[in-house]
């Protein structure tokens, strides 16, 4: 097993009184695509913003390709390699597809963007992840679908030479076909050897694609283990009781992490 | 293909498939990105001719179009101040009393004197320090004090005229440096250095809404601040600095207007906030922000200004022409409204 290229270890997140995170430990190898699974509240979304640096986490460390790391902003997230999919896509509609996939990176020289060079790229790291359902690359994004939108928004993660990509509930808003095309994507983002994270309430999903399944509890780690060695039945009790067998944590009146 | 693309259909970016129905080509051509600088057109094309047709040729005359342009110059270069502002997702209902603060700072005895013993540049240079001062103290409180912008320009407009008054103690303040009046308010190869200032302008801003990573940045800050957030922009010093623009577009405003009318006085740019809302807004810029035209704006400037001078030349008075601006900005916003429904952009 390869060595993790993002490790977390005893991540703690409050929001005032509000205990979020309780010491978090997450491995992301490059090349797999780990599931995060939880219930609603458990700490995923909140999880995922501190390790994009929207939320700076009260303890813990984060180790990026074996050396630990500071993220205090979505740039710090970004220069390193980490991309973010937030589950409201996080596009702006009255931009087109090129102007999306390169906000806040824009190319040029000096102050003058260069349009060509960016039209350029955005097509290629479409037809690099076999991307064919967007006709135009200057398409303004309020006229695509969602998985268009959701597709571009991917697109969007690795145009950077990304190394890790997080993505929120991908397939949460989407048809069975989207998701079918979104799932694909997310396998060829690890084949293309990033380390994937992938948010997800659906069961058949996380089955489908990860190759490991972590699963958040009220805030705690209940457990990380590979796909293939579980259950369906395994992961839901994880996710509704923290544990399941010899897996999870332990119980509640003995914990003591 | 409204949106983003719209200024871009100069370079080809956009080009209309013509494979529908000739009715439906005509809607196309006005809904198109240079479509709707076609309405522009076509209305100042009907003022004009109406000019034509009840003044002749006082108003046909090289010297009245210049007095037009010359007229459009001052409240032009706020406009263009006042699109991007718009465009980012603000207002500012300040830029009047801003003008007015600017040319009283810029034509104090103190100011003038030094000036007098320095150069000129000491007045100019005074005029645009005190927008950009107002700007900032406007885009701090409405990015870092998250305040509502409509509030905080408001507190700006009443504050920075009152300030206007206190300074110049109600008193029309003359300007006496001729060099001054000489330079800016004079001609170059017969075309007024005003008119020549708001063509700078105008161009400067064109190129920075359209070809900028400032302008890209503008866009996505009005469309979708959260999106601009998370793609790494800091929004807030965006916001701050699109405030700072529109300032110091009125200070150079207020240098403009120091020159034409050389004198400085705190009744300088009364409601000239809601003429420069009118002109951007009647040209396309979307007043929830997010998209925005330089272009428009310049024809919506030129349409008010062409329209006060046809009535001004047919011995009208001003309360007429308040009606017809009026009614003019209702139905430019009932068309765009229209067009906008016909693209269909879906949700």
Redesign the interface.
Known sequence: MSEPILELHGLNKSFGPVHVLHDVDLKVRAGEVTALVGDNGAGKSTLVKCIAGIHASDSGEVRFQGEPVHIRGPKDAAELGIEVVYQDLALADNLDIVQNMFLGRERGSGWLLDEASMEQAARQTLASLSVRTVKSVRTPVSSLSGGQRQTVAIAKSVLWDSKVVLLDEPTAALGVAQTRQVLDLVRRLAEQGLGVVLISHNMADVFEVSDRVAVLYLGRLAAEVNTKEVTHGQVVELITAGRSGDLGLARPDTATV | ?????EERAGTG??DVPSRESPLRSVTALFSGPAGRNLGLVIALALLCIVGMITAGDRFVSFDNMMTILRLASVIGVVSVGMTFVITGGGIDLSVGAIVALSSVWASTIATQTLAENTHWIVMVSTALLVGAVCGLVNGLLIAYGRMAAFIVTLAMLAGARGLAEIIAQKRTQVVTISEFIDVVGGRVLGIPVLVLIFAIVAVAGW?LLN????G??T??V???P????????NVKRHTTLLYVLVGVACGLAAVMLLARTTAGTSTHGMLMELDAIAAVVIGGTLLSG??GTIVGTVFGVLIFTTLTNVFTLNNLDTSTQAVAKGVIIVVAVLLQQRVAARNG???
């Open positions: 293909m409204s949106v983003a693309s970016g956009a190129i070809r900028t990573t400032f890209r940045r866009l996505a009005g469309g979708n959260e999106a601009a957030r998370l793609a790494g922009i997010g998209r952009s879906p949700p």
